[in-house]
T-cell receptor
Framework: GEDVEQSLFLSVREGDSSVINCTYT??????LYWYKQEPGAGLQLLTY?????DMKQDQRLTVLLNKKDKHLSLRIADTQTGDSAIYFC??????????FGKGTMLLVSP | DAGVIQSPRHEVTEMGQEVTLRCKPI?????LFWYRQTMMRGLELLIY????????DSGMPEDRFSAKMPNASFSTLKIQPSEPRDSAVYFC?????????????FGPGTRLTVL
């Protein structure tokens, strides 16, 4: 079945850039997503990218997609302490269920 | 809109007891998902509904788990009897199909502890 892999933990200093990486196995993936989960809360969609795109930028967020290598990354510029959270990568084939990775815990230190 | 509403937010029960988790999706959303989150297994899809009809329940761990959606504004997830290994955070999410895919809106979750 489909699988989505992420590193479990990333620590950065405030003001630095953060890069969270994700790999997936399903070559039929048409949409790839990044969700954010803050402590005690549900997941919230940050951004998504369609599989025919290489890059998407939204303010401090940059998503890069390498479809050949099935690799997705999320770059957060000027990382703030408020960005500390768990970030989930997810993929779907068109309009169907999402397959989530296990999440990357981002810790931002002052 | 108040978003996806789940109740209770926290539930502590003893092994063998029946547990019922509740969810009110966002009005107008025609998909509803139940997830379970644990440290060991991450986020697992248990079941999802489309227009109140269960579409895929292959993620339901065993017969002790059941879910219903009697109408477009309410769903329940029931565990009977509960076991300590059912301890987890249970999320409900709803979505609607839009151009560009879909966005699942998650509720705040119910933290279940089975003693």
């Amino acid at each position: 079945g489909e699988d989505v892999e992420q590193s479990l933990f990333l620590s950065v200093r405030e003001g630095d850039s953060s890069v969270i990486n994700c790999t997936y196995t399903d070559s039929s993936s048409t949409y790839l997503y990044w969700y954010k989960q803050e402590p005690g809360a549900g997941l919230q969609l940050l951004t998504y990218i369609f599989s025919n795109m290489d890059m998407k930028q939204d303010q401090r967020l940059t998503v890069l997609l390498n479809k050949k290598d099935k690799h997705l990354s999320l770059r957060i510029a000027d990382t703030q302490t408020g960005d500390s959270a768990i970030y989930f990568c997810a993929e779907s084939e068109g309009y169907s269920t999402l397959t989530f990775g296990k999440g990357t815990m981002l810790l931002v230190s002052p | 809109d108040a978003g996806v509403i789940q109740s209770p937010r926290h539930e502590v029960t003893e092994m063998g007891q029946e547990v019922t988790l509740r969810c009110k999706p966002i009005s107008g959303h025609d998909y509803l998902f139940w997830y379970r989150q644990t440290m060991m297994r991450g986020l697992e899809l248990l079941i999802y509904f489309n227009n109140n009809v269960p579409i895929d329940d292959s993620g339901m761990p065993e017969d002790r788990f059941s879910a219903k959606m009697p109408n477009a504004s309410f769903s329940t997830l029931k565990i009977q009897p509960s076991e300590p290994r059912d301890s987890a955070v249970y999320f409900c999410a709803s979505s609607v199909r839009v151009a560009g895919g879909h966005e699942q809106f998650f509720g705040p979750g119910t933290r279940l502890t089975v003693l």
